[in-house]
């Protein structure tokens, strides 16, 4: 079965600019999940979704948006591009939502996004 | 936003040589997730914690859910060069999964 799997693996845009990442959860898993892992550090929470609808959303502002589809893939859009969005987006996916124990989270590759 | 306590930051050891890192938390987590990430790549989950007090081996690494539930530790034996990567911790209060805390990361270096 394929894991995670993330597009595109890499990207260069300018600052004010608009990106979309996109991401296939693997085969059977409901929940979806956006973090931002800037160098150096571990990866920050953006959003979860779970049956389309948002269940979770971290510190981040409203120019990071994101939706999930009826075949549980999902997009994570950024707009107005500033230089410190430069960073690896890593999507997640897993079973279930909140409120089911005992589940794991498996990471994509991740998309690099560099913005000068 | 918030992280976990991950130490050391980095370690250079010597192949075979056994290693450790831990994690600590000021809140108390429902489950922790080991993950190993190498460059350019996303994490890759080595193993799950679920129960307080639970010890879990996965191969030649081992890790335990503290009984606080404030903590964590991982271990591997007999290091091998391709154990080289950085190494974290993450954690969540929730019942599920997400969203998921992490560490900065644990850099190590196998000295061959």
């Known amino acids: 079965d394929a894991g995670v799997t993330q597009s595109p693996t890499h990207l260069i845009k300018t600052r004010g600019q608009h990106v979309t990442l996109r991401c296939s959860p693997i085969?059977?898993?409901?929940?979806v999940s956006w973090y931002q892992q800037v160098l150096g550090q571990g990866p920050q929470f953006i959003f979860q979704?779970?049956?389309?609808?948002?269940?979770g959303r971290g510190n981040f502002p409203d120019r990071f948006s994101a939706r999930q589809f009826p075949n549980y893939s999902s997009e994570l859009n950024v707009n107005a591009l500033l230089l410190g969005d430069s960073a690896l987006y890593l999507c997640?996916?897993?079973?279930?939502?909140?409120?089911?124990?005992?589940?794991?989270?498996?990471f994509g590759e991740g998309s690099w996004l560099t913005v000068v | 936003g918030q992280q976990l306590n991950q130490s050391p930051q980095s370690m250079f050891i010597q192949e075979g040589e056994d290693v450790s890192m831990n994690c600590t938390s000021s809140?108390?987590?429902?489950?922790w997730l080991w993950y190993k990430q190498d460059p350019g790549e996303g994490p890759v989950l080595l193993i799950a914690?679920?129960?307080?007090?639970e010890l879990t081996s996965n191969g030649r690494l081992t890790a335990q859910f503290g009984i606080t539930r404030k903590d964590s530790f991982l271990n591997i034996s007999a290091s091998i060069p391709s154990d080289v990567g950085i190494y974290f911790c993450?954690?969540?209060?929730?019942?599920?999964?997400?969203?998921?805390?992490f560490g900065k990361g644990t850099r190590l270096s196998v000295i061959a």
């Open positions: 979704y779970y049956e389309k609808e948002e269940r």
């Open positions: 993450a954690g969540t209060t929730n019942s599920g999964n997400t969203p998921l805390v």
């Open positions: 809140s108390i987590f429902n489950t």
């Open positions: 085969s059977g898993h409901k929940s």
């Open positions: 914690l679920y129960k307080a007090g």
């Open positions: 997640a996916s897993s079973l279930a939502g909140r409120g089911i124990s005992g589940n794991t989270i498996y």
